[in-house]
């Protein structure tokens, strides 16, 4: 009760413990609009849907047949791969071509690179497959640290190559000239000149001595940055692209599910200082521009109208925000999820006060323990349109 829609993923890109496609993933067309039948039944609520495109033609007929069957609204995940750097352009006319016969279509896109984190205290390394690591990888991490730290360990872990039978690694590696040390405040689109390869170059060293010299960094917390999509041209140009087009809206930050990999749950931060602010390699987005595309577009995407803005009689969830001085910094790890669980969390300065229905909730980034939000339950109206009710 009180969903906001459905949601579906077609991508190999999701896979369950075992490394096999969740079933979504070969769900037939019958099914899915039989889903969307349902939203047409209920009359309200939003579609949404993740998909690799590999048969754009048949897929997106499948997605028109979702909404023209069933009323509602549907937005796609869109982003840049390296493998097909402009295919999502075509995305963007397949988008374009459903609103001209008037369906409500939109595609979801971020201000950055998705970007996979990679460190020895987290899920993955460069070293998660080679020998030696793996015959230490179940240690605590000061153990394992000391232990990387001897030159003799060291000497033999950069002799070997990595086991077989890990095709993501194995990609991850191929990969590791194009990663980044991720600074503090971290740096998400830095130049190809900071590259691990270009880095590795000017020293002349091999690029996975200088990954370990990065990741052992800081007392062995030295993170390396991989911007897994939208950065196949070393820029956020494609981004920007994206952001600008009539069809698009704000998404796609991460809320915590790759606890251990991805920290994108900051795409919002970023947007503010970056694009406002802080960007040198290219053009800037207005301030303005960006808040209503943070606020309004997102909540009417999903049907909320009655928030986004400021007027009179919307719900008055409110930043007060010191844009001069705000700062993202470098994502931490922290242990509090049950039994001790591990999550990547990336904290902000700059956030004065935040405001839920009119109470501060937190001033300058600590909670005030008011707790005044409730369940939002489904697809609200504008409260013109609850007065009228």
Request: charged fraction near 20%.
């Amino acid at each position: 009760a009180g969903a906001l829609g459905f949601s579906t993923s077609r991508t190999l890109n999701h896979q369950t413990s075992d490394g096999q496609p969740t079933p979504t993933l070969t769900a037939a067309a019958d099914e899915l609009v039989g889903i969307a039948l349902g939203l047409k039944q209920a009359g309200t609520g939003v579609l949404q849907v993740v998909s690799d495109f590999k048969d754009p033609a048949n897929e997106f007929s499948m997605l028109n047949s979702m909404m023209e069957q069933s009323g509602r609204p549907l937005s796609v995940s869109l982003a840049q791969t390296s493998k097909a750097p402009d295919s999502w352009r075509r995305m963007l006319e397949n988008i374009d071509a459903a609103n001209d016969r008037g369906l409500t279509m939109r595609a979801q896109v971020c201000g950055r690179a998705v970007g996979i984190l990679l460190s020895f205290d987290l899920s993955i390394n460069p070293f998660s497959s080679h020998p030696s690591y793996r015959a230490i990888a179940d240690l605590p991490l000061e153990e394992r640290l000391t232990q990387l730290n001897d030159p003799a360990f060291r000497e033999k872990l950069l002799s070997e190559e990595p086991g077989p039978g890990h095709p993501f690694l194995t990609a991850l590696l191929a990969a590791l000239p194009t990663m980044f040390q991720l600074s503090d405040p971290p740096n998400y689109e830095p130049g190809p000149e900071e590259s691990l390869g270009a880095i590795a170059a000017r020293k002349d060293v091999p690029v996975l001595e200088l990954a370990l010299d990065c990741l052992l960094a800081d007392g062995g917390t030295g993170i390396l940055y991989f911007p897994f999509l939208n950065y196949a041209e070393g820029s956020l140009d494609a981004s920007l692209e994206m952001m600008k087009h009539d069809h698009t809206v704000l998404g796609l930050g991460d809320g915590g599910a790759h606890v251990g990999m991805i920290c994108d749950g900051s795409f919002t931060t970023h947007m503010l200082t970056h694009w406002t602010r802080d960007r040198t390699r290219g053009e800037k987005l207005p301030l303005p521009w960006v808040i209503k595309a943070h606020c309004k577009d997102t909540a009417e995407a999903v049907g909320l109208y009655d928030r986004g803005i400021l007027a009179v009689g919307y719900k008055a969830d409110i930043n007060v925000i010191d844009h001069d001085h705000l700062v993202l910094h470098k994502p931490v790890i922290q242990r509090d999820l049950p039994s001790g669980g591990r999550r990547l969390m990336q904290y902000a300065e700059g956030y004065c006060a935040t405001i839920v229905s009119g109470e501060i909730i937190y001033r300058d980034g600590e909670a005030t323990g008011a707790l005044p939000g409730r369940l939002v339950r489904g697809t609200q109206s504008t409260p013109i349109a609850q007065a009228a009710e």
